[in-house]
């Protein structure tokens, strides 16, 4: 017998994802709302299509980034990408190799061998619907990503059999609630701590997604 002050393998002390995903990078020509940043970095689940989108400052994020998505995810078993310095940097493998996560990069000018990047563009093309519906400004592009992530993750896609991704991965049914409070870009109201009584109780803004890790399911950005 003896004491064990670090874990013997800290893969074993994760939850495991039974699926690879696969992510590249998001370029906009228009700095994002409040970030101020110009790429994002998507990641997608090859088997449940489930897309998770983060803000990218610059490639080196992609390993903290991989990091995120297992900690709210799960590890996956393989992660594809592109040959991209930063997603086969000494970073990257040390993250890969902790969890004990397989690589595998597609061939030289061929990225399209890549599952992420046909992701990106029917993400792409249904930003550019919600956008121009709702007449967001071009610098909600980051968060608009975001909420069609969450749209395309909490309804059924025709490509799983209309199952929902998030079911798929989590075996759970989803409750959609959240969805059907509002839509992109739409005008609201919201509460402030004012100075009474001088100032109102409340504010105006536009709905631009869903708080998922703050307060109730019902919160909102």
């Not at 906009?28 to 990218?56: M, N, Q, R």
């Not at 025709?158 to 409750?175: K, M, R, Y």
């Amino acid at each position: 017998m003896r004491k064990h002050v670090k874990s013997r393998w800290p893969g074993w002390n994760i939850r495991r994802r039974n699926e690879d995903i696969a992510f590249d990078k998001v370029i906009s020509d228009t700095p994002a709302h409040h970030s101020g940043v110009k790429e994002a970095a998507f990641f997608i689940g090859c088997s449940t299509k489930v897309v998770d989108v983060y803000p990218l400052r610059n490639e080196t994020q992609f390993p903290q980034h991989l990091e995120d998505n297992i900690r709210e995810r799960g590890a996956p078993n393989q992660v594809r990408s592109d040959n991209a310095k930063a997603n086969i940097s000494a970073r990257m493998m040390d993250v890969l190799r902790l969890f004990w996560i397989k690589d595998w990069q597609s061939e030289p000018m061929n990225q399209q061998q890549n599952f992420a990047e046909n992701g990106i563009g029917k993400h792409k093309n249904r930003c550019n619907v919600v956008m121009d519906r709702t007449g967001a400004p071009a610098k909600f592009w980051l968060l608009c990503m975001m909420y069609v992530a969450t749209l395309s993750n909490y309804t059924s896609n025709p490509s799983l059999n209309w199952q929902i991704p998030e079911a798929v991965l989590h075996g759970v049914t989803t409750d959609c609630s959240i969805l059907t409070q509002f839509h992109f870009n739409e005008p609201v109201w919201y509460a402030i701590d004012n100075h009474f009584p001088s100032e109102s109780t409340e504010r105006s803004g536009v709905f631009v997604g869903f708080a998922l890790n703050k307060g109730d399911q019902l919160t909102f950005k």
